[in-house]
T-cell receptor, first 113, second 117 residues
């Protein structure tokens, strides 16, 4: 059983399109995250949710809109995709924001052409 | 200021030797946590080890140990008896207080380790 699963794993799309990445965790965790990893492998937090409540929003363009319908799901919708959005997007979860383990999904490789 | 600093962009180690990957951190929060993750070329993020700021002993998990020096604000990862499968990017991360009583995790820039046969 995959603890944190995200789909799709690979996504190639044209500039200007809108796309979504879905994430689900079956660990019963309260906290979920979206991280972006750029071409230099730098991992930067984008959003964090705790029990469906947005608690971290790190100066991300408002073209990115997270949605958490319940605490097991955190989806990421991106409008008007730009070349610079090409990256690997990781969903993750932890028991709480002070958890001692963060479990990551396999990543979604987004390429904007 | 960088919250997490990994000064070694790349390192080589001979198979079966031990290697230390450096990590220093900066926080004024008395309650924080430190993590190490491994990212092989396949891309997944694998949790290795965790150290809480109040933990008295250094964390160990199999061949991984965290050399926690609180006064120096360093949390180096030591891998003993390196194996070829240890070749990967290694990320240090820190959890610290954020607004609203929540905590935030910040990652370092990573160290690419290559194990030589």
């Amino acid at each position: 059983d995959t603890a944190v699963s995200q789909t799709p794993k690979y996504l190639v799309t044209q500039m200007g399109n809108d796309k979504s990445i879905k994430c689900e965790q079956n660990l019963g965790h309260d906290t979920m995250y979206w991280y972006k990893q750029d071409s230099k492998k730098f991992l930067k937090i984008m959003f964090s949710y705790n029990n469906k409540e947005l608690i971290i929003n790190e100066t991300v363009p408002n073209r990115f809109s997270p949605k958490s319908p319940d605490k097991a799901h955190l989806n990421l919708h991106i409008n008007s995709l730009e070349l610079g959005d090409s990256a690997v997007y990781f969903c993750a979860s932890s028991l709480s924001t002070s958890g001692n383990t963060i479990y990551f999904g396999e990543g979604s490789w987004l390429t904007v052409v | 200021a960088q919250k997490i600093t990994q000064t070694q962009p790349g390192m080589f180690v001979q198979e079966k030797e031990a290697v230390t990957l450096d990590c220093t951190y900066d926080t004024s929060d008395p309650s924080y946590g430190l993590f190490w993750y491994k990212q092989p070329s396949s891309g997944e993020m694998i949790f290795l080890i965790y150290q809480g700021s109040y933990d008295q002993q250094n964390a160990t998990e199999g061949r991984y140990s965290l050399n926690f020096q609180k006064a120096r604000k360093s949390a180096n990862l030591v891998i003993s008896a390196s194996q070829l499968g240890d070749s990967a990017m290694y990320f240090c991360a820190m959890r610290e207080g954020y607004s609203g009583g929540y905590q935030k995790v910040t990652f370092g820039t990573g160290t690419k380790l290559q194990v030589i046969p």
